[in-house]
């Protein structure tokens, strides 16, 4: 039967983190093979000596993980540090560590580096476990300093027929990932074979504000018209307001939903409304918008995520059934307390969902789930 420990710390420095989380941790048995550590950005400089005292400290060889903006973690029995409440912490702007532990047997998983050489490297240092093992998840962790990562995780979701989890790391550090060794660079993580029970869930956190509309013209990353008509005028139909500064004030608030082609489910990604042009009725995207697209104008708030994050959780839990044993968590940087609020709020829900479950994660400069990198988005996975 697969097992799974958690711990998570904050200390003064690396050294002060390092060795609270091990002894929060507890003792390990030798069965013990692949860890999963996220380490808070203050002390991503410091990553290869954590790696290395993880090691030593946990007597764990194999190591996967990533620098966040932010890290979590639920630890079944333990008192968080800093009053954060029983088991579970989010720690920001400090020193902190959290990690998850396995027995998982080795041939059960790969840990895999894609840097400069590509998936050519990739495939031909994999491809024969790969078609053994036939893996139906991937964990993956990408640099967001590579602009080719999201070409990457697109390229290994189709090449491998897989679906893919996981997030960007914090960008203030230039070796930012481990995969075995501490790099930068590409995207790197672990392939879990078929036979290791595993379950995800996304978590957009959005409230359609109108309908779905077409894009019947755009240029770059500006909306021009939207079913015809302004994309201004668009927004504020689907908002509605008594005012002219009630409208600005609201439009604050709005995100801005691009469906994906192809998709049968409405899967769809959410970008950052970035500007508003008045006098031409143009309303600017964080990223690329094409004629022909289709868009909504969406709401994330706190109440909206909360309700959202409990129906994925709920819906994971349930399909992981009674056997859930951990998990990971892959949060967006503007979620946690700036949209949940203090106290941890949002891993206190997770553990309201999923119960007294060994969890670690981190908050991402973007979060990726299946062969997509989202924004705003928790990426939730639950191991049987």
Not at 157 to 171: M, N, P, S, W, Y
Not at 233 to 255: M, P
Not at 277 to 302: L, N, Q, T, W
Not at 326 to 352: D, I, K, Q, T
Request: glycine share 14%.
């Amino acid at each position: 039967m697969t097992e799974f420990k958690a711990a998570h710390a904050a200390g003064d420095d690396w050294k002060s983190a390092c060795l609270a989380v091990l002894e929060n941790l507890g003792r390990l048995g030798p069965q013990f093979t692949l860890g999963f550590v996220y380490v808070s950005e203050s002390i991503g400089g410091d990553f290869s000596q954590i790696h290395e005292a993880l090691r030593a400290g946990a007597g764990i060889q194999d190591w996967v993980g990533a620098v966040g903006f932010g890290v979590c973690g639920l630890t079944p029995g333990a008192n968080a540090a800093m009053g954060q409440g029983p088991e579970g912490g989010e720690y920001f702007d400090q020193a902190a560590i959290a990690i998850l532990v396995t027995d998982l047997p080795r041939e059960d998983y790969r840990i895999f580096q894609i840097g400069s050489d590509g998936l050519a490297g990739f495939h031909a240092e994999h491809d024969s476990w790969i078609t053994e093992a036939q893996p139906p998840l991937v964990v993956v962790h990408g640099d967001s300093r590579d602009p080719r990562a999201p070409d990457l995780i697109a390229g290994l979701a189709e090449d491998c027929g897989t679906f893919l989890v996981g997030g960007l790391a914090a960008f203030t550090s230039p070796r930012s990932l481990l995969a075995g060794t501490v790099t930068g660079g590409g995207i790197s993580g672990v392939m879990l074979s078929s036979r290791v029970a595993v379950v995800s869930g996304l978590s957009q956190g959005s409230a359609p504000l109108g309908p779905v509309h077409h894009v019947t013209s755009a240029h770059g990353n500006v909306l021009i018209t939207l079913d015809g008509q302004p994309a201004l005028e668009a927004l504020k139909q689907d908002i509605g307001f008594e005012s002219e500064s009630e409208f600005l004030r609201l439009a604050a608030l709005v995100n801005i939903a691009l469906l994906l082609p192809g998709s049968d489910t409405g899967d769809f990604v959410v970008r950052n409304l970035t500007g508003i042009d008045s006098k031409r009725g143009y309303v600017a995207v964080g990223d690329r918008v094409e004629p022909g697209g289709r868009i909504m104008f969406c709401s994330r708030d706190h109440d909206t995520a909360v309700k959202d994050l409990r129906r994925v959780v709920a819906n994971t839990a349930e399909r992981a059934g009674s056997a859930g044993k951990g998990a990971l968590y892959f949060s967006c940087v503007a979620r946690g307390p700036n949209l949940f609020g203090p106290n941890a709020e949002e891993v206190r829900l997770l553990f309201e969902g999923l119960g007294s479950i060994p969890l670690a994660g981190f908050y991402a400069n973007g979060e990726i789930s299946n062969n997509k990198l989202y924004g705003h988005t928790g990426v939730l996975v639950v191991f049987g």
